[in-house]
Every structure is written in structure tokens, then in C-alpha cells.
DNA sequence: AAGTTACACAACCGCGGACCT
DNA sequence: CAGGTCCGCGGTTGTGTAACT
């Protein structure tokens, strides 16, 4: 047996709302209250409407202190982030957002935000020496099934990113979009292990973002801030600039914690150089907190690769939960 | 100027789950 | 506990308008 209907369509408007009907309902519930039943709602309040239409009008539009459009550059990453880490929940994100409603969020990320983001997704050349291409990235964005989503195409001079994963890890389907949208914030982002859920990053000071799972991120972490971040560590990597042939500067973030731990997250500069000639090459991080590039500490991280490493690597990896951080 | 296309936003629809009887 | 009702959510569609040809 069918579920009964809300209410009769036959004899209910349908589409836009005329300021007349706004104003009815807005009076009613100043006057009333919604009365915590919204199907009998539009007859009380002499509207020929549907009691969910009432609903959603006064929710997204008539309710004070709504705002519309204009969302700022903060507001964009808390989407982001909240979108990478937790999908398209949007009433969950809207929640962190004062003013917003789901609804416009949604509208927003499915016509604009999205499409920011998969503009920043361009093949990414860094150097002749290194680079590589994503493939699916796109498809994979209107097409969260597709799986893989994202794999490491090509390393023209693989020893350059040998710490590294290639993806090619499928997704299932309940975490492909997140992960995807991982590797798609960030001015020029890849995710490059195809095992993980949501990491994901904002680097808006415009560099080329390289989203790489770290399976020694605990190490730095700790080394640098002290904090033991577990298996739920990851570390981001943005190449900022290339200073010269041999040394690349790169903005890492380092950040953990879950959805719900989002105030949790934090960060840290530093500086990333290896050397084409040496092999293996290495990390060199200088540690300093909120992406100063400060110098408390520092220590190098050996990034050895192999193609047996790499497999066994994917193997041991604890999925991360989602994490997130802006830079 | 008219027609077409693209885009943004508003609104609808159906489902799952909570709540009530 | 089962069935009915309603709410809230997320996906989808509809509509108005700006941009383009």
C-alpha cells in the first residue's frame, strides 16, 4: 500500500510564490507559530498550498536573517571542507553556516562552487621533470560511481614523487564523491591515493596543490608539533613554487580529526626540497605552526619508494577518517 | 531584434526515519 | 509491535533571465 499524500495536489498551487501568499504565511507565523504541523498549516493560514511547499518557502526564504547569494571566500571553504568530509549532507553544513539554508548551498555548490573547483582541476604540468596527469577527474565528479576515480597516470620521472601513491584505488560508492572532491579543492589539486576517503584543502594562496597520503605522517606530525596523530593523520602538500632546478617549495598541512572534530585541525609550514641527484630523495621539513614556515623544529623524512613498497603501503593503510584543513 | 543556449535559483518530489496511536 | 502520519533531507526539475549568435 502506498503512502497517503500530504495533501490534495489536485487542489493545491503549484510553483512561484506571489508576495500576496508570502505575506500570508509570514503573518500567520508571527502570529502563530508553525504549530509543529506544516500539513495543516496552509489551510489555517488561507493558503492553497502544499503543507511542505509552506515549509521550504518559509525555511529558504521568508524566515528572518536568511541571506542569499554572495558567499565569501570563508564561506567557500567551509563548504568545501565540509563537502570532502562529509558529502552532500547539506543541512549538516548549512548548520555551519548562520543565514545559509541547504537549499542554497546545495544551488550554490551544483552551480558554481563545483565548477570553480573542477576549473582548478586542469592537467598539471609542474616541471619537465615532473609531470603527470589525472585522469577521470571530471567524469568522475558528475559520475561518483566511476571508479577508479583518480590514478597517478604518468610519471615522467617517477624518483621525483616516489613518496608518492599512485591512486588507482577503487572507491565504493559511498565515499567516491567526497574523495573526489578531495582532490578537487585546492587551486590544483590531485588525490593521489586512491584508498582514501576525504582530505582535503583550500590553498588559496593560488600554488598547485598535490594531495599526497602520507603513511609517515604521524612522524612528522609529532616531530613537529608533538601531537600523536594516529593513524588519522594526513598531510597535505601544496607546491607552491619551484626555486630553482633542485628544490621545490611546498606548503604542507598537516591536519587530523573527523567530521566532527574539524576545530581540531591544524597545520603547519614547511619547507620540502629534494634532490633530483640523490637518490633516495628526501623531505626536508621545517615545522612552524599556522603555515608560517616557522623553525621549531625539523627533520627529514626519507620518501624510498618502490613499486613493492607502494603496494604494501595501500595494504597497511589505515583508511583516514575525513580530515581536512585550510590553508 | 529574434531566437537559442546557458545559467542561477526556486520549487517540487519521493524517500527514510522519527514519532504517535 | 505494527501501521499511519508527518518532517526533513537530498536529488531533480521547472522557470526566469542573461548572454550569445
Redesign the pocket.
Known amino acids: 500500500?502506498g503512502?497517503?499524500p500530504?495533501c490534495d495536489?489536485a487542489r493545491v498551487?503549484?510553483?512561484?510564490?506571489s508576495p500576496e501568499e508570502d505575506r500570508k504565511l509570514k503573518e500567520y507565523i508571527h502570529k502563530n507559530g508553525?504549530g509543529?504541523?506544516?500539513?495543516?498549516l496552509p489551510h489555517k493560514a488561507g493558503l492553497k498550498?502544499?503543507?511542505?511547499?509552506c515549509?521550504?518557502?518559509w525555511l529558504?526564504?521568508l524566515r528572518p536573517n536568511i541571506k542569499?547569494?554572495d558567499f565569501s571566500d570563508d564561506e567557500d571553504r567551509i563548504i568545501c571542507n565540509l563537502f570532502a568530509t562529509i558529502g552532500?549532507?547539506?543541512?549538516?553544513i548549512a548548520a555551519q553556516l548562520p543565514g545559509r539554508t541547504?537549499?542554497?548551498i546545495?544551488?550554490?555548490w551544483?552551480?558554481?562552487l563545483k565548477?570553480k573547483l573542477m576549473h582548478s582541476l586542469q592537467p598539471y604540468t609542474t616541471h619537465n621533470h615532473h609531470s603527470f596527469t589525472v585522469s577521470s577527474a571530471a567524469a568522475a565528479v558528475t559520475s561518483p560511481e566511476a571508479a577508479p576515480i583518480m590514478s597517478l597516470q604518468h610519471l615522467s620521472s617517477p624518483h621525483d614523487y616516489y613518496h608518492l601513491y599512485s591512486g588507482g584505488g577503487s572507491y565504493g560508492s559511498s565515499n567516491s564523491t567526497t574523495s573526489l572532491l578531495s582532490a578537487a579543492v585546492g587551486s590544483r589539486g590531485l588525490l593521489l591515493n586512491g584508498e582514501q576517503q576525504a582530505t582535503t584543502c583550500l590553498d588559496s594562496g593560488g600554488g598547485h596543490a598535490i594531495y599526497f597520503d602520507e603513511p609517515c605522517a604521524t612522524t612528522i606530525s609529532s616531530s613537529v608539533h608533538g601531537h600523536g596523530l594516529g593513524a588519522e593523520t594526513f598531510i597535505f602538500g601544496g607546491l607552491q613554487s619551484q626555486e630553482d632546478h633542485h628544490h621545490h617549495k611546498v606548503l604542507l598541512l598537516a591536519g587530523s580529526g573527523t567530521a566532527n572534530q574539524l576545530d581540531e585541525q591544524y597545520n603547519f609550514a614547511a619547507s620540502c626540497c629534494y634532490d633530483e641527484e640523490k637518490a633516495p630523495p628526501s623531505l626536508s621539513l621545517t615545522g612552524g605552526a599556522d603555515g608560517a614556515g616557522g623553525t621549531s623544529s625539523s627533520f627529514f623524512y626519507d620518501s624510498t619508494y618502490s613499486e613493492d613498497t607502494a603496494t604494501r603501503r595501500q595494504r597497511e593503510l589505515v583508511p583516514n577518517k575525513a580530515s581536512s584543513c585550510i590553508n
Open positions: 500500500m503512502r497517503a500530504c495536489k498551487k503549484k510553483g512561484p510564490w508553525t509543529g504541523n506544516w500539513i495543516a498550498r502544499c503543507g511542505k511547499s515549509r521550504l518557502r529558504n526564504y542569499h547569494g552532500s549532507r547539506w543541512s549538516i541547504d537549499n542554497d546545495k544551488n550554490y551544483n552551480t558554481k565548477k
